[in-house]
């Protein structure tokens, strides 16, 4: 893992991040020492479902329970949209 990375972090970094509490995250820096045995500080931006950084956190990990966000999760940048009439055709 490097700074760069997409990573998802779920039940198996942590128990705060069960159920609908899971996030994506683009990470920014990895801590340096873990305090204890196998965990890790990381810092970065949690992503939206478009990709898009909403809040930059900082979060303490089981480094074991990371892992790299499949490249299809994560969107480029925003295009337009196509807007869709709601009148049905006369």
């Known amino acids: 893992m490097k700074a760069g990375d997409v990573v998802f972090v779920g039940p198996a970094c942590s128990v705060q991040f069960t159920g609908d509490r899971a996030l994506l995250m683009r990470v920014v820096s990895i801590g340096g020492d873990d305090p204890y045995n196998g965990w890790v500080w990381i810092t970065g931006y949690v992503l939206d479902a478009r990709g898009m950084a909403k809040a ?10 990371l892992r790299s966000a499949p490249a299809s999760v994560v ?11 709601s009148r049905a055709p006369a």
């Open 56 to 65: 930059k956190r900082e979060l303490y990990v089981m480094k074991s329970g």
């Open 75 to 85: 969107v480029g940048k925003p295009g337009r949209q196509k807007r869709v009439s």
